[in-house]
């Protein structure tokens, strides 16, 4: 029988952990990405093209039985010429349209009813003395967020002034950009759901994200909340991409507010961070439950294998070029740690370079174990 060819649109450490996973899929991976040194295109085959290059995408589909995306930097309407043409996407880009803009994710939330922030578009024909009018609805302090291409923090800002808005604004260049109602979260929480095109979805638990300067620190699974925020959320995530027509794996990221209340924050039409714990503490990772999906297999189980995981991410801290081996020797060696490299030549502060995860029993404490990782892998003054 003749391996399934799955294309995946970027190299970077989803895409590598995505090709990880094939092998144990009788599956073969090829992907799109700029450089020869990204982690994907280090293990499987790839075309050296940059992200958003529609010919290079043409190049790969002709390797592949579908192609699926590992990132949000795509030309939508350049794609959707080459799905014209029969090149099969999964997530269809129709599914992909309203996601890939800030603003058009808030609108399609609202109109399936879903809970949202409040919310309003700075747009670059508002003129300066009507802003104040505009932020209204939402007060101060807000959260301005530009629409396209942002991640890990980027483009996004906390201002607590009309004069700090006004200025970011400017230094930005006035690009449309969404301003939203700051939420006094009591906690920040992530789940992973799949579906196939048959409408068959898988719910991994809900998880607590915590975030350093904008940038996911530590996931715990399974969220300590409520069993009714719980239910909630799956009944979020099951109606959005039933409602998306979805196929491959979603990561939805929440506030929970006061009185319980919950609130999306971002949807990302991939596989997340949030969800990088699956790896070790899951029977069906979601990167192999993205693969499944999109080939239009069975779901896998989602069942953690153990009674609590913490995935701790290793964010690069200085601009180095290093492998740092002995922090790895270290961390590999504390009881039941899983560490996961991606290989990237180049540390920056705040790049993500790799990430563990600790499988739990009920009683340990993860405060303790994300306190003794972070102590390894963050010299003194740096975490």
């Known amino acids: 029988m003749s391996k399934q060819q799955v294309g995946v649109i970027g190299g970077g ?8 996973e094939a ?12 450089n020869s040194s990204d982690p994907a ?3 499987t085959e790839s075309v050296l093209a940059p992200i958003a290059d529609v010919a290079g995408t043409a190049i790969l589909a002709k390797h592949c039985d579908v192609v ?20 099969c996407f999964q997530p269809q880009l129709a599914a992909l349209a309203p996601l890939l803009d800030k603003s058009t994710q808030r609108q399609f939330l609202a109109a399936q009813g879903l809970p949202n922030p409040s919310y309003v578009m700075l747009e670059d024909e508002v003129a300066a003395d009507e802003i104040a009018q505009l932020t209204v609805p939402i007060g101060f302090p807000l959260v301005m967020k530009t629409c396209r291409l942002g991640y890990d923090g980027q483009g996004t800002f906390v201002v607590s002034s009309l004069a700090e808005l006004q200025a970011t604004w400017q230094r930005i260049e006035h690009q449309p950009v969404l ?5 006094p979260f009591a906690k920040e929480l992530a789940v992973m759901v799949a579906r196939t095109a048959s409408g068959e979805t898988a719910l991994y638990p809900v998880v607590e994200t915590q975030q350093v300067q904008q940038v996911c620190r530590r996931v715990i699974a399974p969220a300590d909340i409520p069993d009714e925020t719980q239910q909630e959320i799956d009944a979020i995530a099951k109606t959005l991409v039933t409602n998306l027509d979805y196929v491959g794996i979603l990561g939805i990221e929440f506030f929970l507010a006061p009185n319980n209340t919950v609130l999306v924050n971002e949807v990302a039409p991939r596989t997340h961070n949030s969800g ?20 239009g297999q069975p779901l896998g189980d989602t069942t953690m294998l153990c009674d609590r995981a913490l995935m701790v991410n290793l964010l690069g801290y200085e601009h180095a070029h290093h492998d740092y081996a002995a922090k790895r020797e270290a961390l590999s060696a504390v009881p039941n740690a899983h560490v996961h490299w991606y290989g990237k030549g180049a540390s920056r502060p705040g790049r993500k370079l790799g990430h563990v995860t600790v499988c739990l029993n009920a009683d340990e404490s993860w405060e303790a174990i994300a306190q003794t990782l972070e102590s390894i892998w963050y010299p003194p003054g740096k975490s």
């Open 68 to 87: 699926t995306f590992e990132n949000e930097f795509v030309d939508l309407p350049g794609l959707s010429t080459l799905a014209k043409q029969g090149i």
């Open 179 to 183: 301003l939203e109602a700051f939420i």
């Open 13 to 20: 450490q989803l895409a590598w952990m995505m090709a990880l």
């Open 41 to 43: 295109a280090r293990i």
């Open 23 to 34: 092998r144990h899929l009788n599956l073969d991976i090829v992907v799109q990405t700029p």
């Open 276 to 295: 990088h714990y699956s790896l070790d503490a899951c029977r069906t990772s979601q990167f192999a439950q993205q693969l499944l999906a999109v080939t």
